[in-house]
C-alpha cells in the first residue's frame, strides 16, 4: 500500500513526543482558585449556579446527589435540603437570602416631597350583581354600555376617565357577580376611593359584603351610593341600617362613613356623589411624581387578531410615552401605540390615567405590575429573568400538586376528574371562569381546569384537549368552521357560553348526571363575506362562500369578527343571484341580509343556527 503523504504546510500531529521546552521561561503558571468556605445562595437556585458559586463542576454536584439517591441535571432547581447536601460535601457553609422582589411597586428610592404633585384619583365601582353599578358609571360617562353586556352583567373591568369641575377622576367599573372575586380584589387593590353601590330596594347582599370586605384589605375609603332611589319601593333607612351591622356607620348617625342617595336611571344624585369624591380625595393628598419613569397595573388584557396583545394599563407613578420599552410582568415590549378610553391616541399619560397599549411580545395577567424603562437592553433582561422563575415555580409547583393529588387518591380512593380548558376574550373572564368552575364539588367530582387562557380556540387547543381527554369551554370567543370539524374528528367537546353562571351552571348539572338540553341551537353552517352592497331601501348585503354546512332561509344567524361574536340576529333574505332561496349549501355562493343590522364588513364569519334540542355526555 502506499503511504499517502501529508498536504503541504501542515504539521504533523505532536503525538507521543515531548513538547518543546525553550519557551518555558515565558510561561507563567495559572494561580489556583481561592478555596471556598462559604456562599450566599437564593430560593430556586440550579445546579449550574450553584456550582460556579462552590468553585466546582456541574458533573461534581450531580455525582454528589446521584450518591444521595437524586437524579438532577445543570438545568434542576435545588430545595434548601439538596443545597446543604451538596455544601456538606464541600465543606462549605451556606446561606440563604431572599431575592428582592422585582414586581413590586416600590422603589429603592422614595420620591422626593417637592417632585410630588396632585394627581387624580383612582375611583372603584364596586357591589352586588344588578345594583345598577354599571349605569350609575354610564350616567356620569353620558354613554351607554350596560346595554351592551351579555345578560346585563359586565364581564371584565372597564377603566374610563373624567373630568368633573375641572379635575380629573379615573373610574374602575368591577363586575358584581361573585365568579369575579378576584377581579373585584384587583380593582379594590389598585383604587384610592372605593364607591359601594347598593340598590335601595334590595339591601345589602353577599357581594356587597364582600366588596366592603376587598375595601377594607386595601385599606381604602369607602362611600356608599344607595342606588335606585327612584323606585316606589326604596327603602333607605333599610340600607343603612344593615350597613350599619356590618360596621359601616352613616356620618349622620355618628359615623364616618358618607352616604349619597342616586337615582343611576334618573341621574339624581349623581353631582353629590362626584363633589363627595373630589372631598374625599382632598382629604387623602393623592401625590404622584410625574417626571419619572412610569409604574403600574394592569387593569385587563386580550389578544386582538389583528392587533395583537392589548393590555389596559392604569399608570399609578411617572409618565408613561409612547415608544418606550415596557415590562409588563414576565412580558416585554415597546410601546407602539397607545390610546385613551375612546380610541383616542396618546403620546403620553401621567399618573391615574388608565390607557390600552399595543406592542407587547405575549398576554399578560390581569393584575400584574408594570415598569417602563429608558434601556431596552435591561428591560429585556428583567422580562427573561422573570419568564425562568415563573417557569421554574410552575415547574415545582406541578411537581408538588400532583404528587399531592396521587396521595389524596390512594387515601381518598379514586376521584374521577373533568379536565377542562379555557378559552375567552379577556383575560381577566378567563380567570374568572377557571376560579368559578373549580369552586364546582360534586359527590367526589371535580373539575381540573389545565389551561386557560385569553385567545380564540386554536388548533393547539384541540391538541390538547384530545390528548388529555379535556373538554373546552370558549366564553365570548367561536371557533371557526376548520376548528369545530378538527374537534370533531377528534371528538373533543366544545362549549359556548356568554355569561358565566350559565356555565357554571351547565357543568354542575352535567356532575350531579342530570344535564338536561344543553343547546336550544344547533350550528347548521358558516359563510365568509367576500363582498358586501349597500343598496338604498335594503341595507347592506353581504355577497357570501358557503365554506361549511348550509345557510337556511329566515334561520338564526351570529356575525363572528376576529372570533368575537359582533351580533346576533336572524337572516332577513337569502338569495342565489337574483332569486330567493330555501337553503344554500357548501361551496356555492348567495346573497344575505341580517335584520335590523347593516355593519357588514369583508371577512366577517356569518355562523347559522337553527333552534333543536339536543342531549349532552359527558
Given at each position: 500500500?502506499?503511504?499517502?503523504?501529508s498536504?503541504p504546510?501542515?504539521?504533523?500531529?505532536?503525538?507521543?513526543?515531548?513538547?518543546?521546552n525553550n519557551?518555558?521561561?515565558?510561561f507563567t503558571?495559572?494561580?489556583?482558585?481561592?478555596?471556598?468556605?462559604e456562599?450566599?445562595y437564593?430560593?430556586?437556585?440550579?445546579v449550574?449556579?450553584?456550582?460556579?458559586k462552590?468553585?466546582?463542576?456541574?458533573?461534581?454536584?450531580?455525582?454528589?446527589?446521584?450518591?444521595e439517591?437524586?437524579?438532577v441535571?445543570?438545568n434542576?432547581?435545588?430545595?434548601?435540603d439538596?443545597v446543604?447536601?451538596?455544601?456538606i460535601?464541600f465543606?462549605i457553609?451556606?446561606?440563604?437570602?431572599?431575592?428582592?422582589?422585582?414586581?413590586?411597586?416600590?422603589?429603592?428610592e422614595?420620591?422626593?416631597p417637592?417632585?410630588?404633585?396632585?394627581?387624580?384619583?383612582v375611583?372603584?365601582?364596586?357591589g352586588?350583581?344588578d345594583?345598577?353599578?354599571?349605569t350609575?358609571?354610564?350616567?356620569i360617562?353620558?354613554?351607554k354600555v350596560?346595554?351592551?353586556e351579555?345578560g346585563g352583567?359586565?364581564q371584565a373591568?372597564g377603566a374610563?376617565?373624567?373630568?368633573?369641575?375641572g379635575r380629573?377622576v379615573?373610574?374602575l367599573d368591577t363586575?358584581?357577580?361573585?365568579?369575579?372575586t378576584?377581579?373585584r380584589?384587583?380593582?379594590?387593590?389598585?383604587?384610592?376611593i372605593?364607591?359601594?353601590?347598593?340598590a335601595?330596594?334590595?339591601?345589602?347582599?353577599?357581594q356587597t359584603?364582600?366588596?366592603?370586605?376587598?375595601?377594607r384589605?386595601?385599606k381604602?375609603?369607602?362611600i356608599?351610593?344607595?342606588?335606585?332611589?327612584?323606585?316606589?319601593?326604596a327603602n333607605?333607612d333599610?340600607?343603612?341600617?344593615?350597613?350599619?351591622?356590618?360596621?359601616?356607620?352613616?356620618?349622620?348617625?355618628?359615623?364616618?362613613?358618607i352616604?349619597v342617595?342616586?337615582?343611576?336611571?334618573?341621574?339624581?344624585?349623581?353631582?353629590?356623589?362626584?363633589e363627595?369624591?373630589?372631598?374625599?380625595?382632598d382629604v387623602?393628598?393623592?401625590?404622584?411624581n410625574p417626571n419619572?419613569?412610569?409604574?403600574?397595573?394592569?387593569i385587563?388584557?386580550k389578544?386582538?387578531?389583528?392587533r395583537?396583545p392589548?393590555?389596559?394599563l392604569?399608570v399609578?407613578?411617572?409618565t408613561?410615552?409612547q415608544?418606550q420599552?415596557?415590562?409588563v410582568?414576565t412580558c416585554?415590549?415597546?410601546?407602539?401605540k397607545?390610546?385613551?378610553?375612546?380610541g383616542n391616541?396618546?403620546?403620553?399619560?401621567?399618573?391615574?390615567a388608565?390607557?390600552?397599549i399595543?406592542?407587547?411580545?405575549?398576554?399578560?395577567?390581569?393584575?400584574?405590575i408594570?415598569?417602563?424603562?429608558d434601556?431596552?437592553?435591561?428591560?429585556r433582561?428583567?422580562?427573561?429573568?422573570r419568564m425562568?422563575?415563573?417557569?421554574?415555580?410552575?415547574r415545582?409547583?406541578?411537581?408538588?400538586?400532583?404528587?399531592?393529588?396521587?396521595?389524596?387518591?390512594?387515601?381518598a380512593?379514586e376521584?374521577?376528574?373533568?379536565?377542562?380548558?379555557?378559552?375567552?376574550?379577556?383575560?381577566?373572564s378567563?380567570?374568572a371562569?377557571r376560579?368559578s368552575?373549580?369552586?364546582l364539588?360534586?359527590?367526589?367530582v371535580k373539575?381540573?381546569?389545565?389551561h386557560?387562557?385569553a385567545?380564540?380556540?386554536?388548533?393547539?387547543?384541540?391538541?390538547?384537549?384530545?390528548?388529555?381527554k379535556?373538554?373546552i369551554?370558549?366564553?365570548n370567543?367561536?371557533?371557526?368552521?376548520?376548528?369545530?370539524?378538527?374537534?370533531?374528528e377528534?371528538?373533543?367537546e366544545?362549549r359556548?357560553h356568554?355569561?358565566?353562571?350559565?356555565?357554571?351552571e351547565?357543568?354542575?348539572?352535567?356532575?350531579k348526571?342530570?344535564?338536561?338540553?344543553?343547546?336550544a341551537?344547533?350550528v347548521?353552517?358558516?359563510a365568509?363575506?367576500?363582498?358586501?352592497y349597500?343598496v338604498?331601501k335594503?341595507?347592506t348585503?353581504?355577497?357570501?362562500m358557503?365554506?361549511?354546512g348550509?345557510l337556511v332561509?329566515h334561520c338564526g344567524?351570529?356575525?363572528?369578527?376576529?372570533?368575537?361574536?359582533i351580533y346576533?340576529g336572524?337572516?332577513?333574505s337569502?338569495?342565489?343571484?337574483?332569486?330567493?332561496?330555501?337553503?344554500?349549501v357548501?361551496?356555492?355562493e348567495?346573497?344575505?341580509?341580517?335584520?335590523?343590522?347593516n355593519?357588514?364588513?369583508v371577512?366577517d364569519?356569518?355562523?347559522?343556527y337553527?333552534?333543536q334540542?339536543?342531549k349532552?355526555e359527558?
Amino acid at each position: 500500500m502506499q503511504k499517502r503523504n501529508s498536504r503541504p504546510g501542515n504539521k504533523k500531529p505532536n503525538r507521543g513526543r515531548k513538547p518543546n521546552n525553550n519557551n518555558r521561561q515565558n510561561f507563567t503558571p495559572r494561580a489556583k482558585a481561592p478555596e471556598i468556605h462559604e456562599i450566599v445562595y437564593t430560593d430556586g437556585i440550579t445546579v449550574g449556579q450553584l456550582a460556579k458559586k462552590c468553585g466546582r463542576q456541574a458533573s461534581d454536584i450531580i455525582k454528589v446527589l446521584f450518591m444521595e439517591g437524586k437524579m438532577v441535571t445543570i438545568n434542576s432547581a435545588l430545595d434548601d435540603d439538596l443545597v446543604e447536601t451538596v455544601c456538606i460535601a464541600f465543606d462549605i457553609e451556606p446561606t440563604k437570602v431572599e431575592e428582592r422582589e422585582e414586581d413590586s411597586l416600590e422603589d429603592e428610592e422614595p420620591d422626593r416631597p417637592e417632585d410630588l404633585v396632585e394627581r387624580p384619583p383612582v375611583v372603584t365601582i364596586m357591589g352586588h350583581v344588578d345594583h345598577g353599578k354599571t349605569t350609575l358609571l354610564d350616567s356620569i360617562r353620558k354613554t351607554k354600555v350596560a346595554s351592551g353586556e351579555a345578560g346585563g352583567i359586565t364581564q371584565a373591568i372597564g377603566a374610563y376617565q373624567i373630568t368633573v369641575n375641572g379635575r380629573k377622576v379615573s373610574f374602575l367599573d368591577t363586575p358584581g357577580h361573585e365568579a369575579f372575586t378576584a377581579m373585584r380584589a384587583r380593582g379594590a387593590k389598585v383604587t384610592d376611593i372605593a364607591v359601594i353601590v347598593v340598590a335601595a330596594d334590595d339591601g345589602v347582599m353577599p357581594q356587597t359584603k364582600e366588596a366592603i370586605d376587598h375595601a377594607r384589605a386595601a385599606k381604602v375609603p369607602m362611600i356608599i351610593a344607595v342606588n335606585k332611589m327612584d323606585k316606589p319601593e326604596a327603602n333607605p333607612d333599610r340600607v343603612k341600617s344593615e350597613l350599619a351591622d356590618l360596621g359601616i356607620m352613616p356620618e349622620e348617625w355618628g359615623g364616618d362613613t358618607i352616604f349619597v342617595e342616586t337615582s343611576a336611571k334618573q341621574g339624581t344624585g349623581l353631582q353629590d356623589l362626584l363633589e363627595t369624591i373630589l372631598t374625599v380625595a382632598d382629604v387623602g393628598e393623592l401625590k404622584a411624581n410625574p417626571n419619572r419613569l412610569a409604574t403600574g397595573t394592569v387593569i385587563e388584557a386580550k389578544l386582538d387578531k389583528g392587533r395583537g396583545p392589548v393590555a389596559t394599563l392604569l399608570v399609578q407613578n411617572g409618565t408613561l410615552r409612547q415608544g418606550q420599552p415596557v415590562v409588563v410582568g414576565t412580558c416585554f415590549g415597546k410601546i407602539r401605540k397607545m390610546t385613551d378610553e375612546d380610541g383616542n391616541e396618546l403620546e403620553k399619560a401621567g399618573p391615574s390615567a388608565p390607557v390600552e397599549i399595543i406592542g407587547l411580545n405575549d398576554v399578560p395577567e390581569a393584575g400584574d405590575i408594570f415598569r417602563a424603562y429608558d434601556n431596552e437592553k435591561e428591560a429585556r433582561a428583567v422580562a427573561d429573568r422573570r419568564m425562568r422563575r415563573k417557569i421554574e415555580q410552575q415547574r415545582r409547583k406541578t411537581s408538588a400538586m400532583s404528587l399531592e393529588d396521587l396521595s389524596r387518591e390512594i387515601e381518598a380512593g379514586e376521584i374521577q376528574e373533568i379536565p377542562v380548558i379555557v378559552k375567552a376574550d379577556v383575560q381577566g373572564s378567563a380567570e374568572a371562569v377557571r376560579s368559578s368552575l373549580e369552586k364546582l364539588d360534586v359527590k367526589g367530582v371535580k373539575v381540573n381546569v389545565i389551561h386557560s387562557t385569553a385567545g380564540a380556540i386554536s388548533e393547539s387547543d384541540i391538541m390538547l384537549a384530545d390528548a388529555s381527554k379535556a373538554m373546552i369551554i370558549g366564553f365570548n370567543v367561536r371557533p371557526d368552521a376548520n376548528i369545530r370539524r378538527k374537534a370533531e374528528e377528534a371528538g373533543v367537546e366544545i362549549r359556548l357560553h356568554n355569561i358565566i353562571y350559565k356555565a357554571t351552571e351547565e357543568m354542575e348539572n352535567a356532575m350531579k348526571g342530570m344535564l338536561a338540553p344543553v343547546y336550544a341551537e344547533v350550528v347548521i353552517g358558516q359563510a365568509e363575506v367576500r363582498e358586501i352592497y349597500k343598496v338604498s331601501k335594503i341595507g347592506t348585503i353581504g355577497g357570501c362562500m358557503v365554506t361549511d354546512g348550509k345557510l337556511v332561509s329566515h334561520c338564526g344567524v351570529r356575525l363572528i369578527r376576529d372570533s368575537i361574536v359582533i351580533y346576533t340576529g336572524k337572516l332577513a333574505s337569502l338569495k342565489r343571484f337574483k332569486d330567493d332561496a330555501r337553503e344554500v349549501v357548501s361551496g356555492y355562493e348567495c346573497g344575505v341580509t341580517i335584520e335590523n343590522y347593516n355593519d357588514i364588513k369583508v371577512g366577517d364569519l356569518i355562523e347559522a343556527y337553527q333552534e333543536q334540542e339536543v342531549k349532552q355526555e359527558i
